[in-house]
């Protein structure tokens, strides 16, 4: 277990400093969806690349597209948007683009999300996917040593039993992704219907997260935690409605990685000044600050932390060092990397509020 502390000084920093302490500072970035990273610009190089014919004139149209009502008509298009997608290099490309994104935003450790689903339902096989994404993640920890690791996810509006072939189809190169997940449509498929695969990835050691309490009531963030078993929640911000849920998710340190930008797209807030996260905070609970599909929500996960603490005037530096370390602490990886990691924040923090103004 990690030693809680905080840098002395964080009250010190002026609110002026705080969109480059949040550019600058070390992060992990733990729900970004890498299908849901895909540009306009890069859609229309992999369709000319790969011969696919797009309903849209230009990128100016297809971005002009990206207005959402809620969950589902962004899934819509994200989805016909994942159609360009066809070879290894093409799913290379792809995480590349997302991984050198990252590296600008100073994230030094990303767990991206991909699902296989929405690409071997067109035929391509789950090898080309896993690889091709992989490679990106090699690279990217050679050349910067950025840590990158990969989060295999079930679209919930399919059928268990989909997800289970899933699964066992990927176990060749079960090497290549640590966890599992739950995404897509959340109303009407809560996550007991996902029981058995879940039960089935903790045999083999995988770890466990899933979609909850974004669009889905309180009631599907328990069913996470009771019959799933996950060790994170993705989203989790509706658990504000129930009070026992916030004192559990509290007790239990049970991270939740919360996607500002995208919770105002898909109208779970109006705005981002009616956010949650400074209550999930005061709270306790180990909030994190993420992107989810960045190209359609309108930003990265620096984007994110600026937009977010720019609306919100109870979010400060001692809110910003938190939001940071409990990335690090609610990663999977090993405790000698979150420390290394965590004394690079400190002292990210520490220089920050010794300069003075």
């Not at 190089?45 to 797009?54: D, E």
């Not at 997800?163 to 809560?190: C, K, N, Q, Y």
């Not at 996260?277 to 990265?300: E, H, I, M, Q, R």
């Amino acid at each position: 277990m990690l030693t809680e502390s905080e840098p002395p000084g964080l009250d010190a920093i002026p609110r002026e400093r705080l969109p480059a302490l949040l550019r600058t500072m070390p992060k992990a970035e733990l729900h970004i969806h890498i299908e849901g990273s895909l540009e306009p610009e890069l859609i229309f190089k992999l369709a000319a690349r790969n011969g696919v014919a797009l309903p849209y004139a230009s990128v100016e149209a297809l971005r002009a597209a990206y207005a959402f009502s809620d969950l589902q008509s962004f899934l819509d298009i994200y989805y016909a948007g994942a159609g360009v997608l066809r070879t290894e290099q093409d799913f290379f490309d792809l995480a590349w683009a997302y991984l050198e994104r990252a590296a600008a935003d100073n994230v030094v450790h990303a767990e991206i999300f991909f699902d296989p689903q929405t690409h071997t339902e067109r035929g391509v096989p789950i090898s080309t996917v896993i690889l091709g994404l992989a490679h990106a993640c090699r690279r990217a920890h050679a050349e910067w040593g950025l840590s990158a690791k990969l989060i295999l996810c079930f679209l919930r509006h399919l059928s268990e039993d989909a997800a289970l072939a899933t699964l066992d189809a990927a176990l060749p190169w079960h090497e290549h992704f640590i966890g599992v997940g739950l995404d897509s449509s959340e109303r009407g498929h809560p996550p007991e219907k996902f029981a058995s695969v879940f039960a089935r990835a903790r045999v083999l050691g995988l770890h466990a997260v899933a979609h909850a309490g974004e669009e889905g009531p309180p009631a599907y963030i328990e069913s996470a935690l009771d019959v799933l078993k996950v060790e994170r929640i993705d989203h989790g911000v509706r658990c504000v409605e129930s009070a026992e849920l916030v004192a559990r998710l509290a007790r239990e340190r049970m991270p939740l990685t919360v996607c500002p930008l995208s919770n105002i797209k898909l109208r779970v807030f109006d705005s981002l000044s009616e956010h949650s996260l400074p209550a999930l905070l005061a709270a306790g609970l180990c909030a994190t600050v993420n992107s989810d599909d960045p190209a359609y929500f309108g930003g990265y996960v620096n984007d994110n932390f600026v937009q977010t603490f720019a609306a919100l005037p109870a979010l400060g530096a001692r809110e910003a060092y938190q939001l940071a370390r409990n990335s690090f602490e609610a990663s999977f990886a090993g405790v000698a990397e979150k420390a290394r990691w965590i004394a690079a924040l400190d002292a990210h923090f520490e220089r920050q509020a010794s300069s003075g103004g």
